[in-house]
């Protein structure tokens, strides 16, 4: 099973800042699978980013992901008051068919 | 907009069958576009695939969950089920629904929570 590991755990930033998310793959995971949600307490998780760099419909465009080899970033250009969240990266593996999730960082308010 | 609610029990017996249902609005399940996903979250913890089912009947399980889970389609009601059986306290999480393609899902429910408890 392909672990991914998010880092850091936690992430305290003020609104106007640049936050940078890390996503490291255990294994080898193609771009086309890996994917950025956000949630927020109570709701279900929001499609961000699809394709390792593709914004969802309706994204904001301060929403950017990036990879290096094994190594995917999610980055929010200058945080907005609405940003502060949990976000998860998430990857499909073909043989056999699944989908494992981060652990999750959660962004805070400093 | 496609709009995902689900409902079930919000208590289960150890041992027992979680049976959930995902009604699917502003959309049809027979959309051969989509894949129909359920996803969980124990409490306070990260997220976990469970199982996903394409309208033609194709399924994908979680290898850690695959004996003990199913998905099935309702094309008359437009929704789609979840079944888990036996349970135990470590099946306690909010259950969501979701649909989506290209290995992503862009739509989720709002959740439901199950606690396994006698």
């Known amino acids: 099973e392909t672990v991914l590991t998010q880092s850091p755990a936690t992430l305290s930033l003020s609104p106007g800042e640049r936050a940078t998310l890390s996503c490291r793959a255990s294994q080898s995971v193609s771009s086309t699978y890996l994917a950025w949600y956000q949630q927020k307490p109570g709701q279900g998780p929001r499609l961000l980013i699809y394709g390792a760099s593709s914004r969802a419909t309706g994204i904001p465009d301060r929403f950017s992901g990036s990879v290096s080899g094994a190594d995917f970033t999610l980055t929010i250009s200058r945080l907005e008051p609405e940003d502060f969240a949990v976000y998860f990266c998430?990857?499909?593996?073909?043989?056999?068919?699944?989908?494992?999730f981060g652990q999750g960082t959660k962004l805070e308010i400093k | 907009q496609v709009q995902l609610q689900e409902s079930g029990p919000g208590l289960v017996k150890p041992s027992e069958t979680l049976s959930l249902t995902c009604a699917v609005s502003k959309d049809s399940v027979t959309n051969t576009t989509n894949w129909w996903t359920w996803v969980r979250q124990a409490p306070g913890k990260g997220l976990e695939w469970i199982a996903e089912?394409?309208?033609?009947?194709?399924?994908n399980y979680n290898p850690s969950l695959k004996s003990r889970v199913s998905m099935s389609l309702d094309k008359s009601k437009n929704q789609f089920s979840l079944s888990l059986t036996p349970v135990t306290a470590a099946d306690t999480a909010i259950y969501y629904c979701a649909g989506g393609n290209n290995y992503v899902w862009g739509q989720w429910g709002q959740g439901t929570l199950v606690t396994v408890s006698s």
């Open positions: 089912m394409h309208p033609s009947g194709s399924t």
């Open positions: 998430q990857q499909y593996t073909k043989s056999p068919p699944g989908y494992t």
